[in-house]
């Protein structure tokens, strides 16, 4: 092997695979019929045709080893030949605790059959790998084996998908802005903070002796945490979680500053992240399962995760949305950073940037909002950094052909430029890693490491802002649902000028709008049919006043390719509300025109297709304009108007997005590390939230 097909060979093993093990389901998804055989994997390989099932990333990385092994001059009957001879090996020489540290590889299997698991142990053994973690519930194995026989695991015939265990990151005056404050004397009884929801945040970690975080009376902090990489600590010397955490439940230091969202939740400190703000998804996954099990004891009702990653599979096959969509079944509300990649290296604004698991339908996924230090909101915008729609995960036919899922994401954004939150003490270290590596980020107005503070920007920000709106909407309302949460979360948002669906969603999250909505619907809501009134009493005028300054609800909800809108939406029951269903199901595309399902959505709500732009003088979504100029994507490509969507002609009016836009192809990162939303630390380079005196 030459020293340039060394070196990347050894880049390589930076990347850790991971194959979706699953059964047989409807978010299975499209993928290629279980039964090819090795020789068709072998004849789909030279032919250059991708294989189906493996995930688009999964394909460059081998087709990259093979390109670079055909370079050091080994003839493809050579290579052949070692495979066959390590397949010949006695299974004693190949089922051992380890592969060879050069080669080894992470990797999970979706299967056709549960029953085939045990023969599967078997059939990894044969190409040299092991069984290293085991997600039953979710229909996912993690699987350690060399980059070389992936394709050899992907021909067995149980095998259903395979895609990479893509490397975690982070993502990069809270009150009063979103309107939290003025809402925390409607809880009846006592202050309305999220007292008795558990919140997981799924990070690097809390710092639960800061002062911002600690036990005290009505801030009960953390109550319980688990470590989920291969560390053991839970102090966050990364600096990422331990600020999410305050943006959720910070408690009350230098008169209520620094105040979270709720709290009063119960935090989980689940660290999926390491000390320098990496991890797996497969340590998330494992995470999120334990939030399932667990939901009762802890009274899980929310699920944060300010991270993710550049978005490869469709929704329908990446394991991270697999697993957050057992979460939305299992009756947890699950929120997610839309990520930061809103713009490219010149500044230009870009599309189709959502980062997974944000590009999941039943996910919250929250892009970032730039408040500017005011707590009017008036002047606020979305920050130049947040991450854009559609959503470009894709997964491709036996043909060859991609298919994109291309929904409008995000659903809202939240308050994420240059916030102020509890810097860690990096677990004793007297910092942590953030704050030390850049010195910007510090306040520097306390020398106590318990009572540090630190900026961060972002869209993993935003996320934990939306996390504790929910908790607040779940203390209000216990009986709500997933979906209703949702639903009011964008209902009541307050729609920004001058920008469309694709960098808002339904707009500014507004607290005090969302928990009166929670307040006045029905305790026995979920069970109504739809179309049946779903509140205590008439819906209230459909604004709010913060700050002096009055302004709508934007009175609508984003679901796959448009916004459905009007007081029906709140007034009576809609059957996409249930538990366990999608937004997307009530507004398909059938016979090439858009149509609504009147078992999930009543006779008076109106749907509008495409990407919307609130004009300067629209408020309203029924008043918005379609967004017909051209869109910009990531890799430069330019889509301009038109209405091809999934290669066929769609009645209406609006953009839908055709097959055939390449985005993520040609972005910065393509190695499948999940990155960290953190808008360059830093944030966009206006004025502030200001530390207190």
């Known amino acids: 092997m030459t020293s340039h097909s060394g070196r990347v060979i050894r880049q390589m093993l930076a990347m850790a695979l991971t194959v979706a093990l699953g059964f047989q389901s409807a978010l299975a998804g499209p993928v290629e019929p279980g039964g090819r055989t090795a020789k068709d994997a072998g004849a789909r390989r030279a032919s250059g045709q991708p294989c189906p099932k493996l995930s688009p990333d999964l394909e460059e990385t081998l087709q990259s080893a093979e390109k670079e092994e055909a370079k050091a001059a080994r003839t493809l009957g050579e290579i052949r030949r070692e495979r066959l001879a390590r397949a010949a090996r006695p299974e004693a020489e190949t089922d051992s605790d380890s592969t060879p540290a050069e080669d080894a590889r992470q990797v999970i299997v979706q299967l056709d059959d549960l029953a085939a698991q045990t023969a599967l142990k078997a059939q990894v053994a044969r190409l040299n790998g092991r069984i290293t973690r085991t997600h039953e519930a979710a229909g996912l194995v993690t699987i350690e084996l060399p980059l070389s026989r992936v394709r050899e695991l992907a021909a067995e015939r149980a095998v259903a998908y395979v895609s990479p265990d893509r490397p975690v990151k982070s993502l990069g005056h809270v009150t009063i802005t979103t309107g939290a404050a003025q809402v925390r004397n409607l ?42 990489t291969d560390g053991n600590g839970f102090d966050d010397p990364y600096g990422h979680g331990t600020h999410v955490a305050t943006m959720l439940a910070g408690g009350h230091l230098s008169a209520g500053t620094y105040e979270g969202i709720a709290p009063g939740a ?6 999926v992240l390491d000390a320098s703000g990496q991890g797996r998804a497969s340590d998330v996954i494992a995470a999120i399962e334990w939030c399932i099990q667990n939901k ?60 997974s698991p944000g590009i999941e339908p039943s996910v919250i996924t929250v892009g970032a909002a730039n408040t500017f230090g005011t707590n009017k909101r008036s002047d606020d915008v979305v920050t130049t950094y947040s991450s854009r729609g559609p959503t470009r995960g894709y997964y491709t036919d036996a043909d060859g052909v991609k298919h994109y899922d291309d929904l409008i994401k995000p659903d809202l954004v939240a308050p994420g430029n240059k916030l102020i939150g509890a810097s860690s003490n990096g677990g004793g270290a007297g910092s942590n890693y953030l704050a030390a590596n850049y010195p910007v980020l510090d306040t520097g107005i306390s020398a106590r490491p318990k009572e540090r503070v630190m900026y961060l920007s972002g869209t993993s920000v935003a996320t934990p802002m939306v996390s504790g709106a929910a908790a607040l909407l779940l203390e209000a309302n216990p009986n709500l ?18 920008f469309n669906t694709l960098e808002q969603g339904a707009g500014l999250l507004n607290i005090d709008g969302a928990v009166r909505l929670a307040k006045l619907i029905k305790a026995d809501a979920s069970s109504l049919a739809c179309g049946e009134p779903m509140l205590t009493s008439q819906l209230p005028d459909q604004s709010s006043m913060i700050e002096a300054e009055p302004f709508l609800w934007s009175q609508g909800v984003i679901t796959n390719y448009g916004v459905l809108y009007g007081s029906d939406l709140m007034t009576y029951w809609q059957g996409m509300y249930a538990e366990g269903i999608l937004f997307i199901e009530a507004t398909p595309v059938v016979n090439s025109a858009f149509t609504t399902v009147p078992s999930l959505v009543s006779s008076g709500v109106k749907f509008k ?19 017909t100029e051209g869109i910009i994507f ?17 009645k209406g009016e609006g953009i839908l997005f055709g097959d055939g836009i390449l985005i993520v192809e040609g972005a910065v990162i393509t190695d499948g590390i999940i990155f960290a939303d953190n808008g ?5 380079n206006t004025p502030a939230m200001q530390p207190a005196p």
């Open 187 to 228: 809880a009846g009884d006592g202050l309305l903070d999220g007292s008795g929801i558990g919140v997981a945040v799924l990070d690097s970690g809390i710092d639960q002796n800061h002062s911002l975080l600690k036990h005290a009376d009505n801030h009960p902090g953390v109550v319980e945490r688990r470590n989920f």
């Open 266 to 271: 119960n935090l989980l400190n689940l660290t």
């Open 296 to 355: 009762a004891k802890y009274n899980i009702r929310v699920i944060n995760m300010s991270l993710g990653a550049p978005a490869r599979d469709s929704y329908r096959l990446d394991p991270l949305c697999r697993a957050a969509r057992r979460a939305f079944n299992a009756g947890i509300v699950v929120v997610a950073a839309a990520g930061n990649d809103g713009k490219d290296a010149n500044g230009q604004k870009v599309y189709g940037g959502i980062h």
């Open 481 to 498: 649902t997933p979906g209703l949460v949702k639903a009011t979360l964008m209902y009541s948002a307050q729609l920004l000028k001058g």
């Open 609 to 627: 297709s495409g990407p919307v732009t609130i004009s300067n003088e629209g408020i309203l979504f029924a008043e918005g304009i379609l967004y």
């Open 634 to 650: 990531i890799d430069g490509a330019i889509l301009s108007d038109g209405i091809l969507f999934s290669e066929k002609r769609v």
């Open 680 to 684: 360059g630390f830093g944030g966009d």
